[in-house]
């Protein structure tokens, strides 16, 4: 397991979006963004709320982004993990996989 001090520290944010905007929306309009910082990650986008990963000095480049190219976004919860967003949010939880059961 890698130490936070070696990987690094990440936030998760989550956005209000259009409905119908989906994760590649997403991607694609931070995509400036993801080349200089290769640290974002959007983790879903649906329902009209897109979780998006950064380190902790990337939040307000990613904000400010998101501003941008969806007038009237805004971000509703920043948090370390997406455990705690998705107490917050239950309708950003994944479904979990069922588990397979070894003979």
Same mark, same amino acid.
């Given at each position: 397991?890698? /130490?936070?001090?070696? @990987?690094?520290? @990440? @936030?998760?944010?989550?956005?209000?979006?259009?409905?119908?905007?989906? +994760?590649?929306? /997403?991607?694609?309009?931070?995509?400036?963004?993801?080349? !200089?910082?290769?640290?974002?990650?959007?983790?879903?986008?649906? $329902?009209?709320?897109?979780?998006? @990963?950064? !380190?902790? $000095?990337?939040?307000?480049?990613? !904000?400010? +982004?998101? *501003?941008?190219?969806?007038?009237?976004?805004?971000?509703?919860?920043? !948090?370390?993990?997406?455990? *705690?967003?998705?107490?917050?949010?239950?309708?950003?939880?994944?479904?979990?996989? *069922? *588990?397979? +059961?070894?003979?």
């Amino acid at each position: 397991m890698v /130490v936070k001090s070696v @990987r690094g520290r @990440r @936030r998760y944010i989550v956005f209000t979006v259009p409905s119908e905007t989906g +994760r590649t929306d /997403v991607l694609d309009s931070l995509g400036t963004l993801t080349e !200089s910082m290769v640290d974002i990650r959007v983790i879903t986008s649906f $329902g009209g709320k897109a979780v998006v @990963r950064c !380190s902790p $000095g990337e939040i307000q480049a990613v !904000s400010d +982004r998101m *501003k941008e190219c969806y007038p009237g976004s805004e971000s509703l919860i920043t !948090s370390g993990t997406l455990r *705690k967003i998705r107490e917050e949010y239950p309708e950003l939880k994944v479904p979990q996989k *069922k *588990k397979r +059961r070894s003979l």
